[in-house]
Nanobody, 123 residues
Framework: QVQLVESGGGLVQAGDSLRLSCAASGRTFSRYVMGWFRQAPGKEREFVAAISRDGVITYYADSVKGRFRISRDNAKNTVYLQMNSLKPEDTAVYYC????????????????WGQGTQVTVSS
């Protein structure tokens, strides 16, 4: 399994931007579909975005489409989540996840998970 470490969370105001990073260990990062999920207090963890192994195909939850952008740098073993126009409802712990194989999924059927990074958006 790949080890994942998220960073970049913090406290921001509504309308601000943040970029989350997720660094992966190992030399096989390009074999993994990568995803971002989030869990708000009292709610279940939900899908945010996913990206194919080569970075060409991306999926987004409707709630973040047009505001968030997922990208990856396979040379740096890192996946990013650029979050713009943040809203208070984006407040959550954000998790990075890795899934071996080709198929992209919006489900939580991922093999490895990071520890999460807190994003708090004040109104």
């Amino acid at each position: 399994q790949v080890q994942l470490v998220e960073s970049g969370g913090g406290l921001v105001q509504a309308g601000d931007s943040l970029r989350l990073s997720c660094a992966a260990s190992g030399r096989t990062f390009s074999r993994y579909v990568m995803g971002w999920f989030r869990q708000a207090p009292g709610k279940e963890r939900e899908f945010v975005a996913a990206i194919s192994r080569d970075g060409v195909i991306t999926y987004y939850a409707d709630s973040v489409k047009g505001r968030f952008r997922i990208s990856r740098d396979n040379a740096k073993n890192t996946v990013y989540l650029q979050m713009n126009s943040l809203k208070p409802e984006d407040t959550a712990v954000y998790y990075c996840a890795a899934r071996i194989g080709v198929a992209i999924t919006t489900s939580q059927d991922f093999d490895s998970w990071g520890q999460g990074t807190q994003v708090t958006v004040s109104s």
